[in-house]
């Protein structure tokens, strides 16, 4: 199977490892063990129930206890219906996996994270991929997606918040793509990962799940609640699906670690605390950027409704690979090029790393310019 370079990974392999400061990155400022113990109170028996934990498979579809912890983040879910995958990226390969075949369309939008045309095309699928327009705040264009979808339309595909330009689609368009999808019998999947950190004076959005009977949510707690290290995601499965999906990740999955089952579960157990913290750090650091912008004629943004990354235009008198890998080399800093998402003359800032890391980072990006 082939399948097209996945162009924001490729930069980032390539890169990250040589930033002193990065501002690619879209975790929320990521915790150590130490740090999530102490911030939800853990006791000795919480630190004694990860010591004692027995490293075996563990629950294949990931263990009850987290199961509901993460139902219990919706409205109208059920823990029947959450698998377990690896990392959200792998909960989103899984479901196209399960739905998509070599006879379906599928309609997925741009700038956004590049998965979801990617394997779709390399299945076989036809793919249509619709802009998202700054001029439209990055929100999709109903019309243009009436117009786009078929009867043979099996998948419509969604970042909420989107990836990378911090849009939040709200709840009244959410029902609006539900209708276009049920009137092809299309499913809805939407990727969610960065659900919950709205920026001061967001209203929240629903979930897919709890919108729509053929809707899949899929979710992690690598972005939210700062634990990429522990490669926890999840996807919401329609009823009368678990079979298909589970018979999918069989071949691919087994079950995750026992140890990041656990700690994940401790995670959303005490999902506020965490959540509260990340859109402190967000908030805070929003200013920051917000701040630095008013001083800097040749920097702009849509402001990001939510999640930890925005889109950031630039007047450069080079291309957008060009000037982030000087940028690298002249001063260290990481950003994620516009190329990569195809928006020539805009980078992905991720904004919610130290405050003293962005404050020096955004300096040599002025320098830079």
Not at 66 to 78: E, G, S
Not at 190 to 200: I, K, Q, S, T
Not at 316 to 330: G, I, N, W
């Amino acid at each position: 199977m082939k399948i097209t370079p996945f162009g924001v990974e490729l930069w980032l392999n390539e890169f990250e490892d040589r930033a002193r400061l990065n501002l690619a990155e879209t975790s929320i400022s990521a915790l150590s063990t130490r740090e999530l113990l102490e911030l939800i109170g853990a006791g000795q028996a919480q630190v004694d129930e990860l010591l004692d934990a027995r490293l075996s498979y563990g629950h294949i579809p990931g263990s009850p206890r987290l199961r509901a912890a993460i139902a219990a983040t919706y409205r109208t879910v059920a823990a029947e219906r959450v698998l377990l995958a690896h990392g959200t990226i792998g909960a989103n390969h899984l479901a196209h996996l399960v739905l998509t075949g070599a006879d379906d369309h599928v309609v997925t939008f741009a700038p956004s994270y590049d998965q979801h045309a990617a394997i779709a095309e390399s299945i076989g699928a036809e793919t249509t991929v619709l802009p998202l327009a700054a001029e439209n705040r990055y929100l999709p264009d109903l019309e243009q997606l009436r117009a786009a979808v078929r009867d043979n339309t099996q998948l419509i595909c969604l970042t909420n918040p989107n990836n990378p330009t911090g849009t939040l689609i709200p709840t009244e368009m959410l029902r609006e793509i539900v209708e276009i999808a049920r009137a092809k019998d299309a499913y809805v999947l939407v990727d969610e990962v960065y659900r919950g950190v709205e920026a001061e004076g967001v209203t929240p959005t629903e979930s897919i799940a709890d919108l729509y009977e053929k809707g899949i949510a899929t979710g992690g707690v690598s972005k939210a609640f700062s634990l990429p290290g522990l490669r926890v995601g999840w996807v919401v499965v329609p009823d009368g699906l678990q079979a298909d999906f589970g018979d999918q990740r069989d071949y691919s999955i087994i079950s995750v670690g026992v140890l990041d089952d656990l700690l994940a579960s401790i995670a959303l157990e005490h999902r506020e605390v965490l959540l509260e913290r990340s859109r402190g750090i967000i908030n805070r650091n929003r200013r920051i950027v917000e701040e630095w912008l008013a001083e800097e004629p040749r920097a702009s943004w849509i402001a990001p409704d939510a999640g930890s990354a925005a889109l950031l235009r630039l007047e450069t008198s080079v291309d957008s690979r060009t000037f982030a890998k000087r940028l690298l080399e002249t001063h260290g800093v990481l950003l994620t090029p516009g190329s990569a998402f195809g928006v020539e003359g805009h980078y992905r800032l991720g904004y919610t790393c130290s405050e003293e890391t962005l404050r020096e980072g955004l300096r040599l990006i002025n320098a830079s310019l």
